[in-house]
């Protein structure tokens, strides 16, 4: 019976222990998990704290810089804020009957440096200037203005490429409090396009390039086409000179003439091949030192650009295609040679153009291989027909000078249909008082 009894005490002992050991190792088995995590953790912080260091680091050395820059921008203010040199350039431009948009955006500047973001009329020069700017060709100016605008708490939307590096959005003045509304002007509307992700464009670029090309944003939400619910008919919806402008382009050129005894020469000269496809034409930029001299006025030549068929029709009827070649002079005033191109012979300018095209829109191509001369596309006589005139695409700004060659171009049926768009012209428009000059 001792036996049994001692028996039966053994193995409830051994049972108690065997339970012990198993609960002993699930604790310990747990105690190891929450140690990896904590582990897992704590390098995670590590990593953490060695970026902020490095972050810290980095805007330490950052600083001196800006505090340069600060003081620099605080010595510009005070050497300004008695307003004499305001005053002084107010009453220079009131006897200007208009403005470029450069004038209007360094006005507003000076006010803003001499009177700060509460000043009205700061607010109206800087809207004025995004009002009056051809979009793309005064990007810089356009970005100044947007972040001007900004800066001062108006609730304007700025150009991903104008946000410097790493910054997704523009932060308004005192943000959170601001009850300003959004300001509506041509240019600003235009942003809405931009894509959200989209990257700050080659150093290339970033210059004043392209007077009517649009930023290769996403398609859908581009706000103007050359055909559909966003063709030409309806562009004065969104961009009110397009549809109120009296003197628009194209026009169709027809007698009567007025002789004019202005002279064109064109001054091109060879240099790296630089082209893009919008998604509206094919534009080539050029290289700075190219011009087109009217009369002894140097305009100096920013890009080309193709269309299909030509936009300026003759006696009725357009050419098969068109080049447009774009100038500005140094008081902002905007040139532009047109050369109409009929079908014939192969062109051998536009067949090495051709070569290196994209056929989809996208950024633009450096070929540093390849040299052109814009010359090569003009023909050996430089006689037109001149008008006052505009953008032919939004936001259609007047005061554009047109000279439209009077001798022809060739291009053969096969370089027209290699032209990746269709048809990219705006229709005729009304000539209204405008007349129309001979050389």
């Not at 050991?21 to 190891?32: I, N, V």
């Not at 409090?177 to 942003?191: C, H, I, M």
């Not at 082209?275 to 509206?280: A, F, L």
């Not at 930029?285 to 068929?309: H, T």
Request: charged share 30%; hydrophobic share 35%; proline share 6%.
């Amino acid at each position: 019976m001792k036996r049994i009894i001692f028996e039966v005490l053994l193995v409830l002992g051994l049972g108690g222990a065997g339970a012990f050991g198993f609960f002993t190792f699930q604790k310990e088995k747990a105690s190891a998990a929450q140690l990896a995590e904590l582990t897992q953790k704590t390098e995670v912080s590590d990593k953490k704290l060695e970026q902020a260091t490095a972050e810290l680091d980095k805007a330490q050395k950052d600083m001196p810089p800006l505090q340069s820059k600060a003081l620099q921008l605080e010595a510009l203010r005070e050497a300004l804020v008695n307003g004499e040199t305001l005053r002084d350039l107010d009453a220079a431009y009131k006897k200007e009957k208009t403005l470029s948009p450069e004038r209007l955006a360094g006005l507003g500047a000076l006010r803003l440096l001499t009177k700060g973001g509460d000043d009205p009329a700061t607010v109206e020069a800087f809207e004025k200037a995004l009002n009056a700017s051809d979009w793309g060709s005064r990007r810089n100016l356009i970005c100044a203005s947007q972040k001007a605008l900004a800066s001062v708490g108006k609730e304007t939307k700025v150009l991903s490429e104008c946000l410097p590096t790493g910054v997704s959005k523009m932060p308004l003045a005192d943000e959170g409090k601001s009850t300003a509304k959004p300001v509506k002007t041509e240019a600003t509307e235009k942003t809405d396009k931009t894509d959200k992700d989209s990257k700050p464009e080659k150093e290339s670029k970033a210059d004043d390039k392209s007077v009517e090309a649009e930023s290769m944003d996403d398609k859908k939400q581009v706000r103007w086409a050359y055909e559909g619910e966003l063709g030409p008919e309806n562009w004065g919806k969104d961009f009110a000179m397009c549809g109120r402008g009296r003197s628009q382009s194209p026009v169709d050129i027809r007698t009567p003439f007025e002789r004019t005894k202005t002279s064109l020469m064109a001054a091109y000269q060879n240099g790296p091949l630089r082209i893009v496809n919008t998604g509206k034409t094919i534009q080539v930029n050029v290289a700075e030192g190219s011009k087109l001299r009217v009369d002894s006025m140097p305009y100096d030549l920013l890009y080309f650009q193709f269309r299909r068929p030509s936009e300026e029709f003759v006696d009725g009827k357009p050419a098969a295609m068109g080049v447009h070649f774009f100038h500005k002079n140094k008081e902002g005033k905007t040139a532009v040679l047109a050369v109409m191109l009929k079908e014939g012979n192969e062109n051998p300018g536009i067949k090495q153009l051709w070569a290196h095209a994209p056929a989809k829109e996208g950024p633009e191509q450096v070929v540093d291989s390849v040299k052109f001369n814009p010359g090569n596309l003009l023909p050996r006589e430089l006689d037109f027909w001149g008008y006052d005139g505009s953008l032919s695409a939004p936001p259609c700004t007047e005061g554009v000078k047109y000279f439209v060659l009077k001798t022809t171009v060739n291009i053969a049926r096969e370089q027209i249909e290699q032209f990746p768009f269709k048809k990219n012209v705006r229709p005729v428009q009304p000539l209204n008082s405008r007349q129309i000059i001979a050389s």
